[in-house]
């Protein structure tokens, strides 16, 4: 076991960068005007190789909109169920198609492959450019299909800021706990990627920063690029446990 990973007990995908969103606090910076995507068995291959390594208690993917590949984030999920992972988190805006019927295979294909936490993002900045009848009807689909499901608003300086985007957010959660969706959690906003530029005037030195960063001297979550990378090495070039085993803090 390598030292640096001993408590390791999380794994991350970013299955894209490719998103249907244009957020203006996104933290992944201006949308890439392409991007690549995991590979479904190369990302699940990477599962169970970590998995036989350390004591992995949550695997998430999330992006970029990680639905535009729902083979991946299926395979990723599958694979995570296989080797015993309790918890088994999307993160999705909710629109990857305005085709009605593929929402619904895309639903009973996430149903079918174990993901057991769909965190849907729907507040003042998604709805600029996801419309939320989308959203809704894939949140009324994962209610039907008994999947768990929260809500995941990005909250601008605080959750109880009552900043118009904050009550714009209000209103629009309000929408979705009527569907039924009745749990609310989300995060607030720190300042990176396009909110320091377009919301910067609501930060100030007691804003905290990344609540995500991890010691690298201490890795707890392993965070696999959607090109690939993760821990210095990439897994379409290098065994995965090759990777785990010869990763040092730089
Ligand atoms: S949906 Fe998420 S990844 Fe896409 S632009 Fe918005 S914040 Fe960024």
């Known amino acids: 076991m390598n030292e640096y990973l001993k408590n390791a007990d999380k794994i991350e995908f970013v299955v894209t960068l490719a998103c249907t969103g244009r957020c203006i606090h996104c933290q992944n910076g201006d949308p890439p005007a392409c991007?690549?995507?995991?590979?479904?068995?190369?990302?699940?291959?990477?599962?169970?190789?970590?998995?036989g390594e350390y004591g992995i208690r949550t695997v998430m993917t999330f992006g970029g909109e990680p639905l535009l590949y729902p083979?991946?984030?299926?395979?990723?999920?599958?694979?995570?169920?296989?080797?015993?992972?309790?918890?088994?988190?999307?993160?999705?805006?909710?629109?990857?198609?305005?085709?009605?019927?593929?929402?619904a295979q895309t639903v009973a294909e996430l149903s079918l492959c174990g993901v057991n936490d769909i965190l849907l993002s729907v507040d003042a900045f998604h709805q600029a450019d996801v419309p939320e009848e989308y959203a809704a009807e894939f949140a009324?689909?994962?209610?039907?299909?008994?999947?768990?499901?929260?809500?995941?608003?990005?909250?601008?300086?605080?959750?109880?800021?009552?900043?118009?985007?904050?009550?714009?957010?209000?209103r629009i959660v309000g929408r979705f706990k009527a569907l039924g969706v009745l749990e609310v959690t989300g995060d607030v906003i720190f300042p990176a990627?396009?909110?320091?530029?377009?919301?910067?005037?609501?930060?100030?030195?007691?804003?905290?920063g990344s609540p995500y960063d991890d010691d690298p001297y201490d890795v707890r979550t392993v965070s696999v690029g959607a090109d690939g990378e993760t821990l210095g090495g990439n897994i379409y070039e290098n065994g995965i446990v090759d990777i785990l085993r010869s990763y040092r803090p730089e």
């Open 35 to 51: 991007s690549p995507h995991l590979d479904p068995a190369v990302a699940a291959e990477a599962v169970y190789g970590i998995c």
């Open 71 to 103: 083979r991946t984030v299926a395979a990723i999920h599958r694979a995570a169920r296989e080797c015993g992972v309790g918890k088994r988190q999307l993160i999705t805006n909710g629109y990857f198609t305005r085709d009605k019927e593929r929402i």
């Open 140 to 170: 009324l689909r994962v209610l039907d299909a008994g999947i768990p499901l929260r809500l995941n608003p990005a909250w601008l300086v605080s959750r109880d800021d009552a900043n118009a985007y904050n009550e714009e957010t209000r």
């Open 193 to 208: 990627g396009r909110a320091l530029e377009y919301l910067s005037s609501y930060f100030d030195e007691n804003t905290k």
